[in-house]
């Protein structure tokens, strides 16, 4: 029998997530009606028997929810319009594979994409609710011109030496090794590798792992640019269901491990999961990593998103479980630190060399300048100060962004608030088609990101991913008033969703 089979069927959420549940279903069905004053923290911590941190992030996820409303020293009350409670969105079913492999069906990513962004270049966007990003304000840009101006007075000859000898710059590996062991994360500095973001270093492992026709298991929904990648080496996704509460569901992948010979990685966004938002709980990636190495699986981890979980710090990533190099961990500053600088880096666990190898085949040499920048940010106490204040933007945008959604889309909007990060996943009732809502909310100038996006299965055609990266101003919240009309008018259109089926 295996491992996962001696074990309990579902993960259960985490536990500031039931909490959280606990009470909103209590305010949905009215057992907490308007103005009623909720538990305090201390009687929170109490009944359940839950910390301090726990009870206070099971009030804070009500409070985005829409549900409860702070009042300054005083405690948390109900709030008073009840459309502003939206129900989480539906989980898949977590015991099966989504989709068995038709190698016919698998493919065509590339090309949806392509489409999407093409159309998106030549409308006339004014309100980007489609890209993941925070807008460039959030981000400290005066240091980064400063920091990289001084480099190049330290370093004169930067930009025009040669660099002979292959590999990563020492103070950045140096610098990547120290930030990692924060996060109960060993690695040698010699096993850092640069790289050009996530996407060339989850291209790589890729690479190294996997040949032509070797089928990689996916999480779905997922980050298009992760299926992007798969389809571009001509390998074969199968996509495994993820939870918004504990992510991929182990279940799933041992079922796909019996039906697919050829799987040889699996793929996993652990901390704030793109699209949805979950955060994998500890005992879940434990679970993870084991089963990898148990049946020879490389678990490549694209941790891109953990430092900009709500609560940092008590996030490990799965290289932290990792005692036999199975996991390739790769992370990026482009949403962090500064996304037109591309700087990432990437330990390829048990495949390093090879992924080295590979690296140095396809782009040679490693820009300097961009490390050197890098290590001296992320090295200082002013990129922590930095860090907090974004995680403090990007939760009052995220709030902003729920109630937006609940005050104006139509009754039966489902969505799943995440602990952090920068996106919101939305179901939409019954007759909306996301597709068709991008082509309308192109019309208006607005982008969003349809569900299609993020699966090659079809089964995401209700759902959307809203950015809320942008400051929350009076023209982004005209732009959730337009999303929701043009959502009522296809639910007045077609209320079956005969068309989007
Ligand atoms: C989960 C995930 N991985 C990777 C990327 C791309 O990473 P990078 O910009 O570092 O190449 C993104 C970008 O949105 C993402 O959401």
New binding site residues.
Partial sequence: MSDLQTRPLAEPSPLYRQVAEHYHQAIRQGVLGAGTRMPSVRELMQRHGVSLSTALQALRTLESLGCVQARPRVGYFVCDSPQSLLGECSEPDLRLPLHRLDGAEFAGINERISLWLEKSRLAQVRIDLG???PAAELFDGAALNRIGAALLREHPEILVQGHSRPGTHPIFQAAMARRALESGVHVAPHEVMS????????NLALSAVAEQGDVIAMESP??Y??LQAVEAQNLRAIEIPSSARTGLSLEALELAVQQEPRLKAVVV?PHL???HGAVMPDAHKARLVAFCEQHNLALIE?D??RELVDTPGVSRPLKAWDRSGQVIY?V????TLA?GL?Q?WMNGGRWHTRVQMLKFAKTRNMQVWAQLLAARCVDSAAFSRHLSRLRGHLARQRERSVQAVARHFPVGTRLSVPPGGLSLWIELPLGVSSSLLFERALDCGIRVAPGPMFSNTGRYERFMRLSCGLPFTPEVEAAYVTLGQLAKAMIAQDPLGLSAA
């Fill in positions: 890209s993941a990003m790289t050009l973001g996530n996407s060339e270093a989850v997922t980050f640019g992760l966004v999961q793109m699209p694209d891109i998103y790769c990026s500053f482009n949403k996304p591309r990432g």
